[in-house]
């Protein structure tokens, strides 16, 4: 079986991706999935787009990605002030671009709109956020003691396994409204065979 290396929340931050990336080839891993936020937040969004696009196999749309191309509703004035900043460095067309820098910007900025919200592959979904709502809703600890109807709902949409982002928050939700940590799970999580319990795993954050 092809190992797969999961990534999330990347945040314009080249030097973690890059770092993240090494690692990752360390390991010789088959494949990267990337669950979305490229950008916001950190100083080099064209750069990170660039390297996500070489590396990744598969890269989702992430709410970061959404607010560029369209609005940071709900954001705090620090995110949205990056997603601004972002939109401006990445939007085309500019007066002062070259045709080469024009043809750069065109091809990122197609590749965040054309980012899907969910991928399927055989018993594995995933998502940026929630397999409810794939761009915005959070999957939070406290949901198994404050929203376990939620956590049902979410699990009834899933067939074994789930990987989201979003949160930066790492660990495995479990059916029966149960989070384990990485540290309580000694960083390592044994995925359930098929027909044998459902798993939603947050990936955490790559540059944030």
């Given at each position: 079986m092809t190992q797969i290396a999961l990534i999330s929340d990347i945040h314009a931050n080249l030097e973690a991706l890059t770092a993240v990336l090494n690692d990752i080839d360390s390991r010789q891993v088959g494949r990267i999935v990337c669950l979305g936020d490229i950008v916001g937040?950190?100083?080099?969004?064209?750069?990170?787009?660039?390297?996500?696009?070489?590396?990744?196999?598969?890269?989702?749309?992430?709410?970061?990605?959404?607010?560029?191309?369209?609005?940071?509703?709900?954001f705090n004035a620090i995110a949205?002030?990056?997603?601004?900043?972002?939109?401006?460095l990445l939007e085309p067309p500019s007066k002062t671009d070259s045709p080469d820098a024009l043809l750069a910007k065109t091809e990122r900025w197609e590749f965040l709109k054309n980012l899907p919200e969910e991928v399927i592959e055989e018993d594995r979904i995933y998502v940026h956020a929630s397999p409810r709502d794939k761009i915005i809703e959070y999957i939070l600890p406290q949901d198994t003691l404050y929203h376990p109807d939620k956590l049902d709902e979410i699990f009834a949409m899933i067939e074994r396994l789930c990987f989201v982002g979003h949160?930066?928050?790492?660990?495995?939700?479990?059916e029966g409204s149960q989070f384990f940590s990485p540290e309580d799970i000694g960083m390592e999580y044994e995925f359930p065979e098929t027909g044998k319990g459902k798993a939603i795993l947050n990936v955490?954050?790559?540059?944030?």
């Open positions: 937040y950190g100083p080099d969004p064209d750069a990170t787009i660039d390297l996500i696009r070489q590396r990744c196999d598969v890269t989702l749309l992430g709410n970061h990605d959404w607010a560029v191309l369209n609005s940071p509703i709900g949205a002030g990056a997603v601004f900043c972002h939109r401006a949160t930066h928050i790492p660990g495995v939700f479990i955490s954050s790559v540059g944030q």
